[in-house]
């Protein structure tokens, strides 16, 4: 585990209590936001699912853009929260097209490498516009922003 996961999962329990929550068909809970997170690390989705449905949201997972379309069509999330760097199609990417598919979504995209400014920069001269979350973000950074929507 990177130094930077170790940050982000400091105050939480070990995280073989989460192993597939992404994955759960749980029921919708009235009233909450629903978020939809989107990493090809599977511990950062499983982990950032527990922490949101434990702070008032209803939370589900992907580990790549295609589930990420799939899972958008079945829960029709108000909130996307995307990695930026995955393999075969980037969180801009998925962002453009959920933008299309869906035009009332949030869309929000994390990322911890340096290299994401020039993909952000080139989708916002096409007039693609996304907000940046540091990647990583602290559990408590993250319920100040969602909640602040």
């Known amino acids: ?13 070990p995280p073989p209590m989460w192993a597939g929550l992404a994955e759960s068909n749980k029921e919708r809970r009235e009233g909450r936001l ?17 922490i949101l449905n434990e702070n008032g949201f209803d939370a589900t997972g992907a580990y790549n853009g295609l589930e990420a ?17 995955m393999p075969r ?7 453009i097209h959920l933008r299309h598919e869906f035009p009332n979504i949030k869309i929000y995209l994390f990322s911890g490498q ?17 907000e940046l979350f540091p990647k990583p973000i602290h559990p408590d950074e993250l319920m100040t922003r969602l909640k602040g929507l």
Request: charged fraction near 25%; aromatic fraction near 4%.
């Open 1 to 13: 585990m990177t130094e930077a996961m170790l940050f982000l999962f400091s105050k939480m329990p």
């Open 69 to 85: 379309i799939a899972a958008a069509r079945k829960e029709h999330p108000d909130i996307v929260l995307s990695d930026v760097l």
């Open 89 to 95: 199609m980037s969180g801009v990417e998925l962002g």
């Open 34 to 50: 629903r978020v939809l997170i989107v990493d090809d690390e599977q511990l950062i989705t499983d982990s950032i699912c527990a």
């Open 114 to 130: 340096a290299a994401t400014t020039a993909i952000i920069h080139r989708a916002e001269v096409e007039g693609h516009h996304f």
